[in-house]
């Protein structure tokens, strides 16, 4: 039997209304490319701009490294949050620990 394979799904039309007002307020969200994307799948970009639906398929604007290049909105997805629970444990162990001072000096 085969394993069942989960797609990502791509922007709903809610989250691309996210993106138009984020943009309309000077922001630029950042996504996650899809499986759908390619090569560049799990990659993160920022949106730049949204262009004319019915002018090309591929109307999300979105900046990868230095270059802008239009997807379509089933390429991309909004990154997961992942959720913190405080300081790393390694960032813990290497703090310095405080030394006593020896006893000759009491």
Do not use: Y
């Not at 922007?11 to 943009?23: G, K, S, V, Y």
């Not at 560049?40 to 639906?53: F, K, S, W």
């Amino acid at each position: 039997m085969a394993a069942a394979r989960t797609t990502a799904q791509g922007l709903a039309p809610e989250e691309l209304q996210h993106i138009r007002d984020t943009l309309a307020g000077g922001r630029k969200p950042r996504v996650m490319f899809t499986e759908s994307a390619g090569q560049i799948a799990g990659q993160l970009g920022q949106v730049v701009e949204l262009t004319d639906p019915a002018v090309s398929d591929e109307w999300l604007v979105v900046r990868f490294g230095r270059d802008e290049l239009p997807f379509s909105p089933p390429t991309c997805r909004f990154r997961p949050r992942v959720r913190g629970g405080g300081p790393s444990r390694s960032r813990n162990r290497n703090r310095r620990r405080r030394r006593r001072p020896s006893r000759s000096s009491w």
